[in-house]
């Protein structure tokens, strides 16, 4: 008896060390991760916050450039009896397709920019940030292509090209050129937004 005694004393003893020693050392691991969840959960709201921001720059400048391109059209002020001298956006398709694409990319910017709060209010929803990141690169293909190939045209109206035979008509029509050179710089403005709501994106998804 005396043994099991001694025993059930032991097992007492070591029990209660459990308590007093190791129940410490298993609760700070539990607070720890709630300190890196909180962390974690901040800097994705962050993120989404600085995405927020950057979709309304982003906005404001296609929407710039389109219609800043959009509203291009200059007349000389002198004419023939039969011809006036008169350079339109219009009238290079190249252009044309410049409005039409910072247009259509103003307008996703306003549609995207529930989702963008939806990540704010809710940082750690995928969702949202993946479809994001799917159509934002889209756009900045569509962005891209619209502002390289507008690029084209105003470096040939500056410059010309003695090869082949194409003048340089920004001499003549100062403001049509100053104002496609500004939609086009706008329109560059977007796509480097756009690159970095893109990134942006990635690394919400990266520490989901």
């Given at each position: 008896?005396?043994?099991?005694?001694?025993?059930?004393?032991?097992?007492?003893?070591?029990?209660?060390k459990?308590?007093?020693?190791?129940?410490?050392?298993?609760?700070?691991?539990?607070?720890?991760?709630?300190?890196?969840?909180?962390?974690?959960?901040?800097?994705?709201?962050g993120?989404?916050?600085?995405?927020?921001?950057?979709r309304?720059?982003?906005?404001?400048?296609?929407l710039?450039?389109?219609?800043?391109?959009?509203?291009?059209?200059?007349?000389?002020?002198?004419?023939?009896?039969?011809?006036?001298?008169?350079?339109?956006?219009?009238?290079?398709?190249?252009?044309?397709?410049f409005?039409?694409?910072?247009?259509?990319?103003?307008?996703y910017?306003?549609?995207s920019?529930?989702?963008?709060?939806?990540?704010?209010?809710?940082?750690?929803?995928?969702?949202?940030?993946?479809?994001?990141?799917?159509?934002?690169?889209?756009?900045?293909?569509?962005?891209?292509a619209a502002?390289?190939?507008?690029?084209?045209?105003?470096?040939?109206?500056?410059?010309?090209?003695?090869?082949?035979?194409?003048?340089?008509?920004?001499?003549?029509?100062?403001?049509f050129?100053?104002?496609?050179?500004?939609a086009?710089?706008?329109?560059?403005?977007?796509?480097v937004?756009f690159?970095?709501l893109?990134?942006?994106?990635?690394?919400?998804?990266?520490?989901?």
């Amino acid at each position: 008896m005396e043994k099991g005694d001694s025993t059930a004393i032991n097992i007492t003893s070591e029990s209660s060390k459990e308590r007093k020693g190791k129940a410490p050392l298993l609760a700070a691991p539990v607070m720890v991760a709630t300190a890196n969840t909180r962390e974690d959960r901040g800097n994705k709201r962050g993120i989404a916050i600085f995405d927020f921001v950057l979709r309304l720059c982003a906005m404001v400048a296609a929407l710039a450039a389109a219609i800043t391109m959009g509203t291009t059209d200059q007349t000389l002020p002198f004419f023939t009896q039969f011809f006036r001298f008169q350079a339109s956006y219009d009238d290079l398709p190249t252009f044309t397709f410049f409005v039409i694409a910072n247009a259509i990319t103003s307008s996703y910017l306003v549609l995207s920019i529930p989702f963008s709060i939806v990540s704010i209010v809710r940082p750690h929803t995928v969702g949202p940030r993946l479809l994001l990141i799917i159509l934002d690169t889209v756009m900045v293909a569509l962005s891209t292509a619209a502002a390289a190939s507008a690029a084209a045209i105003v470096y040939l109206a500056h410059k010309g090209n003695s090869s082949a035979n194409w003048l340089a008509i920004c001499q003549q029509y100062n403001d049509f050129c100053q104002r496609t050179s500004g939609a086009v710089v706008a329109s560059f403005i977007a796509v480097v937004i756009f690159v970095f709501l893109v990134i942006l994106s990635a690394l919400a998804l990266r520490k989901s």
